[in-house]
């Protein structure tokens, strides 16, 4: 299976320092409760390590499950193919080569940056470009602080940077302060060259909006579409099964299931969902179980999920007229195709 052997590889020396500290240090609070030791155990290791202020979740101080994500079969191969390029590229200590994944929110690029550092036996850090410029003059300092850090992993590093072109700017068109242009510099500058210590993959849902610096440094792009019926299928029966299926088979929650055809009706609203993301068909999943917890005797009838699903699908249309309102006015007096991912004429 794609990643599988990449679980046995998550457990790392930085668990084993991580187990080890936070022991010592429950020891050394126990007057304290439980929760507030874990909370004085989290920050001394925080401190012992290092963590950059821009990361905000890294596998070299917490082990994460990757969970399972249905992806399109060409994708998947793609994605197959940098995974064993990136591990081989590890294993002869060679330079890494920097991924852009562009694409609609939800659709599973953040996933695919944790399997990718996971099968590739690699650490992985995930920050995002909008903690930036709240940063103002320390932006600098901390990106540096970020990239040394980077270059201390035992493991290599996946540098994973969500919503990429929150900060990663045009400088010559785009109106951005002083505070994160020189920001930027300091990206660019550390990033200049391949490493053999950590790879880039940005993502973002516009990347036209990235300095032509930015572009230069990107050696591959994998667009990360919506999905199409068979994965829309595909999604619904996961996430029915996961948030109403189990809690209700298993008994421990006051969630229960009326008689139909789940297969069924789970076809039914594969078709019905034309348009949506991963992520929205996961969240519509949710409303099946709130709309059990709200039931005055907890059992979630066919009729319930007909009626949330006709409500999601009302409110992705809203969203899509917000963003083609949007798409029209960003682009007014231009000859870009708002559907296309870069600008008329750009070599990629």
Not at 72 to 80: D, G, S
Request: proline share 4%; hydrophobic share 40%; with cysteine.
């Amino acid at each position: 299976m794609l990643f599988g052997e990449g679980f046995r590889a998550f457990v790392t020396d930085w668990d084993k320092v991580t187990a080890t500290v936070a022991g010592l240090t429950l020891l050394a609070v126990g007057v304290y409760s439980a929760k507030n030791a874990t909370a004085v155990a989290g920050r001394y290791i925080e401190a012992r390590l290092g963590k950059p202020s821009l990361v905000r979740e890294t596998s070299r101080i917490t082990v994460l499950e990757a969970l399972k994500h249905p992806i399109k079969p060409q994708l998947e191969a793609r994605v197959r193919d940098i995974a064993i390029a990136t591990r081989n590229t590890k294993k002869n200590k060679s330079l890494y080569r920097n991924i852009l994944m562009y694409g609609p929110p939800g659709t599973g690029k953040t996933l695919f940056a944790k399997k990718l550092a996971v099968h590739s036996g690699m650490d992985y850090a995930i920050m995002t470009g909008g903690d930036v410029a709240p940063m103002g003059r320390e932006g600098v300092t901390a990106m540096h602080k970020l990239f040394d850090w980077a270059n201390t992993s035992r493991r290599g590093l996946l540098l994973f940077v969500d919503e990429a072109d929150a900060f990663l700017r045009k400088r010559a068109t785009e109106k951005i302060s002083e505070d994160l242009r020189a920001t930027l510099n300091a990206f660019l500058h550390r990033t200049g060259q391949h490493s053999n210590k950590f790879m880039l993959v940005l993502a973002s849902n516009q990347p036209e909006q990235f300095d032509w610096a930015i572009n230069d440094r990107i050696d591959e792009m994998v667009n990360f579409d919506l999905p199409q019926l068979e994965e829309r299928e595909r999604l619904v029966r996961m996430y029915f099964d996961q948030h109403v299926l189990k809690p209700a088979t298993e008994g421990k929650q006051r969630l229960k299931l009326a008689q139909f055809d789940y297969g069924k009706k789970c076809s039914e609203i594969a078709r019905l969902t034309e348009g949506m993301s991963g992520r929205e068909i996961s969240q519509l999943a949710v409303a099946w179980q709130a709309a059990a917890y709200a039931s005055e005797d907890g059992v979630l009838t066919e009729a319930m999920m007909d009626a949330r699903v006709a409500d999601a699908v009302q409110q992705h249309r809203q969203k899509m007229e917000w963003l083609k309102t949007e798409g029209a006015e960003a682009n007014r007096g231009t000859d870009r195709n708002p559907l296309l991912p870069f600008p008329k004429g750009t070599p990629v």
